[in-house]
């Protein structure tokens, strides 16, 4: 058994000026696309499921990304009968 943690961004279409609020830049709908292409790129390159980890802080700006990603991988799931 083997794991491989990656780092990255929240996976999802946003953006935050220096001193500012995340502010997500496209719709649900529009991210799922993007959304299922990077899993599904994941899953290929290391095999296996995808986990994600949230080390996001508790800041009302960051929640929005927190929940954000709650509901994509929620849809995701549905979507693949996972749920």
């Known amino acids: 058994v083997s794991l491989v943690q990656l ?4 996976p999802l279409f946003w953006e935050q000026s220096p001193q500012g609020p995340t502010q997500l830049t496209r719709e649900p709908a529009v991210s799922a696309l993007a959304f299922e292409r990077h899993q599904q790129k994941l899953r290929e390159a290391y095999g296996g499921d995808v986990f ?3 080390l996001l802080s508790s800041a009302p700006s960051e929640q929005r990304l927190t929940h954000a990603l709650q509901r ?3 849809a995701a799931a549905a979507g693949a009968g996972c749920v």
């Not at 780092?7 to 929240?10: F, H, K, L, P």
């Open 7 to 10: 780092r990255g961004s929240v």
């Open 52 to 54: 994600y980890v949230d």
């Open 72 to 74: 994509q991988l929620h």
